[in-house]
């Protein structure tokens, strides 16, 4: 089972960047998946979420209207699509799958190994 992210990299505040989350050994829609972020000194936190199935979506509210999290089931891959970026984006972007959507880390059994997003003029 395995998780592999990309897709991050440094753009200018108000750009666009689509992470993505390709997953090996089982199959994503049938678990959840939830997109986290760390920067420098802060904790962990989520930032959107899909159910499994039907794929209901949650976002935190510091991006909401701006971050969608779309799911390709042919590719087996979750993205994280991400408009109107702020400075305030810049962190260390982990997918996770797990059964049910959570805002909590410690509900997801695997993680991919984060990819870099920075946010800079």
């Known amino acids: 089972v395995q998780l592999v992210e990309s897709g991050g990299g440094l753009v200018q505040p108000g750009g666009s960047l689509r992470l993505s989350c390709e997953a090996s050994?089982?199959?994503?829609?049938?678990?959840?998946q939830g997109w986290f972020r760390q920067a420098p000194g802060k904790e962990r936190e989520g930032v959107s979420s899909i159910s499994n199935g039907q794929g209901v979506a949650y976002y935190a509210d510091s991006v909401k209207g701006r971050f969608t999290i779309p799911r390709d089931s042919a590719k087996n891959t979750v993205y994280l699509q991400m408009n109107n970026l702020k400075p305030e984006d810049t962190a260390v972007y982990y997918c996770a799958s797990g059964r049910n959507p959570s805002w909590d880390a410690m509900r997801y059994d695997y993680w991919g190994q984060g990819t870099q997003v920075t946010v800079s003029s």
């Open positions: 050994g089982f199959t994503l829609e049938y678990y959840a």
